[in-house]
């Protein structure tokens, strides 16, 4: 259940007759009155002989009794308060109940308090109410309102309880504004699919992920197509920001813009600025590299490698590291690299990278403050996959692709079980959010690169997978079984094979596969062997086949049949994890 305070108002009876009347898309069915200060209080909705002037009057009744100059300008109270889709649909009765527990904990009208604001709670849906009050007391004085948002919450929390309703998470100051309805119906208007702040706010982040500079950032803007407008201080150094949409205009056909900061809490512009601190020892940046790099075609798979590497490391401050400020940074910079690799992400993936994404960002915020010289690594390896440009999703693209997904999944578990550590309800819900997301990315990524590698794990020669199969079971006896009986097992001993092919020892390469993180939150233990193995041996991620020498080849050493020998992938298999 979500209370939510709307801006203070000056004219009752215009909110009573937007609250009573159709709505903007005729939404409003059967408005009426659930609750009010006076049981006796007229109910235009359902009583033919009552007008909206008339309930007006009575609300305004102690604010007119005040002199003209002491009179409040915004003296009109408005609180929504929203049921969760999947709760089932309250009777009036309850609505009311719950009406009268949130004008009480908001200190609109306490109980037992017979001198409080006077106030009105109208249904016109199904799945929530409007609260509308005037702020003078009947005694005239002020009503004490301190703090009112987070006691609605509070109490929200408490009926949620109560009447056995979905539980939100509490918040903690740090979340991003929500849209307003009014933003909402605007989009809708307007063909949008989102309203203009949540795309200004994905856009600002797309913008940040990977960026060194102010310049840079503001340049990032200006190529997204969005407007800017920069604040410079008299001594010339730039104070804020602001964006907006093109076809986005007011009445008066001006663009409307809004700041970094009423987007989200860290992307008002010294927020942004925080996180071009260099390490140290660390200072060199993608700009110094050669430029056929970024213009290689390879580009985007090599930048998918070097963030599986940075999301590994990542993954050990997060989950091992006493440094709070160090671990807020990680899980800050993931929402970079996730931002990043839905901006660069292929056709097939990109949806749930985007949901990805989004969800992260709530999980990037908290009041640990980050400190991002601890987390350049990362930032680095979003920059690249910025510079490195779309990845295709076939061959190395996706197998690089499938890389980095698996190892992003685990992060986002760690962010989950940190934030959960410490009480920050909103932020874990995100991340594990996020995690669901990843998990779906990373199966349509996977499919292809993984029936390729089961098709030649399928070909190996039955000795050489007994061999490997003895390799599993002496260097991870716990699980050796559960591997054997996966249908990724076939991708995991072509992976053996061609470790051994390049020099590397299979038994410890599967050794410091499963310490780098436990296994037992996998879905699918051999997927999560393959790419770290693949990654700590540094592999090809979608190499094809070697052709064997000789016909005997086949069967020496544990070479694979000749690729004229293996079937094509027929029905594509989508990998568990």
């Known amino acids: ?39 006796l209080t007229p109910d235009p909705g359902r009583d033919p002989n009552a007008t909206y002037e008339q309930l007006q009057r009575l609300l305004d009744r102690p604010v007119n009794a005040l002199p003209t100059n002491r009179r409040p300008t915004k003296h009109v109270w408005h609180l929504s308060v929203r049921a969760s889709p999947e709760d089932p649909n309250l009777s009036d009765e309850e609505w009311a109940a719950i009406a009268h527990r949130t004008v009480a904990a908001t200190g609109i009208a306490p109980d037992g308090d017979e001198r409080a604001c006077r106030w009105a709670a109208v249904r016109h849906a199904d799945d929530h109410i409007h609260i509308i009050a005037t702020l003078v007391r009947d005694d005239g004085r002020r009503p004490r309102l301190h703090n009112e948002a987070r006691r609605a919450q509070a109490e929200a929390r408490r009926v949620e309880a109560h009447y056995d309703l979905r539980r939100v998470a509490p918040g903690d100051g740090t979340a991003a504004k929500r849209t307003t309805s009014a933003e909402r119906h605007k989009a809708k208007r307007q063909g949008r699919d989102r309203a203009v702040r949540e795309e200004l706010r994905e856009t600002v982040r797309y913008a940040v992920a990977g960026a060194t500079s102010t310049n840079e950032f503001l340049d990032r803007l200006k190529d997204a197509g969005v407007l800017v407008r920069t604040r410079v201080l008299p001594s010339g150094d730039l104070k804020g920001y602001k964006v907006a949409l093109p076809g986005d205009r007011n009445k008066g056909q001006e663009p409307i813009y809004y700041a970094g900061s009423t987007l989200a809490p860290d992307l008002s512009l010294p927020r942004i600025q925080e996180r071009f601190a260099t390490d140290p020892a660390s200072t060199q940046t993608i700009d110094s590299e050669r430029p056929e790099r970024r213009t290689s075609p390879s580009a985007p798979a090599a930048a998918r490698r070097t963030t599986t590497h940075a999301a590994w490391q990542a993954l050990l401050v997060v989950g091992h590291s006493g440094d709070e400020s160090a671990a807020a940074a990680q899980i800050a ?84 079980h940190w934030h959960a550590k410490r009480q920050h309800a909103q932020q874990a819900e995100a991340a594990r959010q996020a995690a669901d997301h990843l998990r779906a990315a990373y199966q349509q990524a996977a499919r292809e690169p993984v029936t390729v590698l089961s098709e030649r794990g399928r070909s190996i020669a039955p000795s050489l997978r007994r061999h490997h199969a003895s390799t599993l079971r002496a260097a991870l006896p716990e699980v050796a079984e559960t591997v054997l009986a996966e249908p990724g097992w ?44 693949r990654h700590t041996a540094d592999l090809p991620v979608y190499a094809p086949a070697p052709a064997p020498k000789s016909p005997q080849a086949n069967q020496f050493n544990g070479q694979v049949a000749s690729p004229r020998q293996i079937p094509a992938p027929t029905a594509s298999r989508t990998p568990r994890r």
């Open 333 to 416: 910079a993931t929402g970079e690299v996730l931002d990043a690799l839905a901006k660069t992400s292929a056709l097939h993936t990109r949806n749930e990278l985007r949901q990805a994404a989004w969800a992260f960002e709530r999980a990037s915020r908290s009041h640990t403050r980050a400190e991002f010289r601890h987390a350049q690594h990362l930032r680095r390896a979003a920059r690249e996959l910025v510079r490195g440009g779309p990845a295709f999703g076939r061959g190395e693209d996706g197998s690089s692709t499938a890389m980095v997904l698996d190892a992003l999944v685990f992060v986002a578990i760690a962010a989950a």
């Open 490 to 533: 076939d991708a995991l001993a072509a992976t053996l094979a061609d470790a051994e092919r390049a020099g590397h020892n299979p038994h410890a390469l599967l050794a410091e596969a499963a310490a780098r993180r436990e296994l037992d939150t996998a879905d699918a233990i051999s997927d999560v062997l393959v790419w770290r193995l």
């Open 1 to 39: 259940m979500i209370p939510s305070i709307h801006k203070r108002g000056s004219k009752t009876v215009g909110l009573i007759r937007y609250l009573y009347g159709p709505g903007t898309h005729e939404e409003h069915i059967d408005p009426h009155l659930v609750a009010a200060y006076d049981p």
